[in-house]
């Protein structure tokens, strides 16, 4: 379990010296708490679909899933540490519209959610945003910390999608390449969660200097 009490050390940053806080260590935490959210629901997801089918049981079962994947991924985006803003805003924004879109297609379908998405594939124009800021985050982690699990990830998840989109995979292939994904995305907050804490918030001076030009500017 990461230790929160670690005793504050001096970093020297690009834009200077800088210390991390209780404050910055917690918000790794939860970044880390949300992914892990994500990645189990994810996965229990993932399955229940492979090992049941598609039950009543099962179907509703994942629009739940759905909404805690969600809710973590949310957290996750809230808390996550990127120096350039206007790609932290946009996944932000990619994971409001594919939330909102599910949404849309839970309350106002006649079919359960992923039944829905499965059977009319133009849906995922709508849905298919959450996982666009999904594989940002895989992205990130694969740029920054050389994680082999998201560099599989970060190819694999658009793979699957359009494949589906465009009817180009055969239901065999889809079903392999959901659990994969499945497993990688687990091992993938596992190892997060056992990370050193500082290598998450990287140069805190950049995000200082930022701070300060915006409010210069403004």
């Not at 997801?45 to 909404?67: C, H």
């Not at 994971?95 to 959610?113: D, K, M, R």
């Not at 392999?176 to 499945?182: I, S």
Request: charged share 10%; aromatic share 14%.
């Amino acid at each position: 379990m990461t230790n929160l009490a670690t005793p504050s050390q001096v970093y020297q940053g690009q834009f200077g010296e800088f210390t991390l806080t209780e404050r910055d260590r917690q918000e790794v935490v939860f970044y880390r708490g949300g992914l892990m959210l994500s990645a189990l629901a994810f996965a229990v997801g993932t399955g229940l679909i492979l090992w049941q089918g598609p039950t009543p049981f099962v179907l509703q079962t994942l629009t739940v899933l759905f909404a805690l994947f969600s809710l973590g991924l949310g957290i996750s985006l809230a808390l996550i540490h990127i120096y350039f803003v206007a790609l932290h805003r946009l996944l932000q924004v990619f994971w409001a519209i594919g939330t909102v879109s599910g949404l849309i297609f839970a309350v106002y379908s006649p079919e359960p959610l992923a039944l829905f998405i499965y059977n009319h594939p133009l849906s995922l124009l709508g849905v298919g945003f959450i996982f666009a800021a999904l594989t940002g985050i895989y992205f990130k982690e694969a740029f920054c910390f050389n994680r082999l699990e998201t560099k599989f990830l970060t190819p694999l998840v658009p793979l699957l999608l359009l494949g589906h989109l465009f009817s180009i995979l055969s239901v065999s292939i889809e079903r392999g390449l959901l659990a994969v994904w499945a497993i990688f995305f687990v091992v993938f907050a596992i190892r997060k969660a056992i990370q050193a804490i500082p290598p998450d918030i990287g140069d805190k001076s950049v995000f200082i200097y930022l701070k300060e030009q915006k409010t210069v500017n403004n």
